[in-house]
């Protein structure tokens, strides 16, 4: 505080008395009163027309940011465009998706779900099965022929570390794989990605989909501390609405880990009596099944979808596949609704994965205290590695040159069958 000695005081009164200050005037106590009664007061409408005032320039900054960001996102896709070859361009990339990757669901298939009193279970699959088409019609199992500079083991790179960062900040599966899911459908209608803004696309779709998922998010900073300088808060944002663009705002497929939730949902089900007479309110909506089998046959879901190759397949087959790797062939007919023509070629590609997961045991399930906290099961752990999916890739080349000395044997007039029950199926087949 500063004090002010008594000489400095009268100084300053006698200064304000000088004449040579015209615009400091002393004014004794009547002509402030005066002056105060003179003052115009606000009325409710004066009010009102000042907080419009206010807000009409928070709408203008607002929009103006907005326009701002938006032009930034179009300078960002007219650079990526003007490196495509428009002489061998279709108007809609997503178009020359190969539809006989997928074979389109028929919707004559008996619906697993049992009945409702808040739905129609049959109108329900159905429309389930319906949206997994048209997601899947934009997921392209050959998408890094789009990208030359990109290689798959890029994108198992990016995925192994965006499965660290959600077990960091404790993020929920969906909000993972959703991550994953904007992350391949972008680069499926773009062309030329250059790898060095891989990691910023990867944190972005990781921002959006924490968004969606997360009741509490991370807040934007904490997503660019751990990219550690490769982009910045503003590079995210102005990315945020090149992604969303790309994806047409679709943004709620069913997720691999959707379509296990709702199997396991379904397997719980069966297991009371008379499942057939039960009829379901809401609270089949909350998860009610065995948390150690879902963590179980999660964990070889994430190490799949390291792999480039279940991009050949869609999210319901290898949430089936794993289904099946855990339990067994009956169990997966009746939860699932799939046959086993849908499923025969992702369990045989599935094989190598639940192999290298066997060999490494499942001691990491004991860690995780789901008994004591149930909503663990929901979080994203980092449980599987590159070198996990090394040694499963290894072990697919072990059965591809298997199954060439099976045809050379069977083209010499051997009679030698490999289907995938002569396969081992690991982990055991068993419901436990």
Request: hydrophobic residues 35%; contains cysteine.
């Amino acid at each position: 505080m500063v004090k002010t000695s008594r000489n400095s005081l009268a100084q300053l009164d006698n200064e304000l008395n000088q004449p040579n200050l015209p615009r400091l005037k002393r004014k004794n106590k009547d002509s402030l009163t005066n002056e105060k009664n003179k003052r115009p007061c606000l009325t409710q409408n004066n009010q009102s027309n000042v907080i419009d005032q206010n807000n009409q320039v928070k709408n203008d900054k607002f929009k103006k940011t907005k326009r701002n960001n938006t032009n930034k996102a179009k300078q960002i896709n007219s650079t990526l465009e003007s490196k495509v070859d428009r002489s061998n361009l279709e108007l809609t990339p997503a178009s020359t998706i190969a539809s006989t990757s997928f074979r389109q669901h028929e919707l004559i298939h008996n619906s697993p779900l049992p009945n409702f009193m808040w739905a129609n279970s049959d109108v329900a699959w159905k429309n389930l099965l319906k949206a997994e088409d048209e997601y899947n019609s934009y997921r392209d199992p050959k998408m890094f022929d789009r990208h030359p500079t990109l290689q798959p083991s890029m994108r198992a790179m990016l995925l192994d570390w965006l499965n660290e960062v959600s077990q960091a900040y404790n993020l929920t599966r969906q909000t993972y794989y959703l991550a994953l899911d904007f992350f391949d459908r972008f680069l499926s209608t773009k062309q030329n990605m250059p790898k060095k803004q891989l990691q910023m696309l990867g944190i972005t779709c990781m921002f959006i989909a924490a968004k969606i998922e997360e009741i509490f998010p991370p807040k934007l900073e904490r997503f660019a501390f751990v990219c550690d300088g490769a982009c910045d808060e503003n590079d995210i944002l102005v990315n945020e609405l090149v992604i969303l663009n790309a994806l047409n705002w679709e943004l709620s497929p069913m997720t691999p880990i959707s379509w296990l939730s709702l199997f396991t949902q379904i397997y719980s089900s069966m297991d009371k009596e008379n499942v057939e007479n039960i009829i379901y309110g809401e609270q089949f909506l909350m998860p009610d099944y065995q948390s150690k089998l879902f963590v179980q046959i999660a964990h070889l879901i994430d190490l799949c979808t390291l792999s480039a190759g279940s991009l050949d397949y869609s999210y319901s087959v290898i949430a089936a596949a794993a289904f099946y790797h855990f339990t067994n062939e009956n169990v997966v007919l009746q939860c699932t609704g799939k046959t086993m023509s849908e499923m025969r070629s992702c369990i045989e590609w599935m094989i190598p994965f639940a192999i290298a997961i066997k060999n490494e045991g499942l001691d990491f399930i004991d860690k995780i205290p789901l008994e004591d906290d149930p909503k663990c099961t929901d979080i994203q752990k980092h449980t599987v590695s590159l070198e996990l999916l090394k040694n499963a890739q290894t072990i697919q080349t072990e059965i591809e040159s298997e199954k060439m000395t099976l045809m050379d044997s069977s083209d010499s007039g051997l009679n030698v069958t490999s289907t995938p029950s002569k396969l081992p199926l690991t982990p055991p087949n068993s419901t436990n």
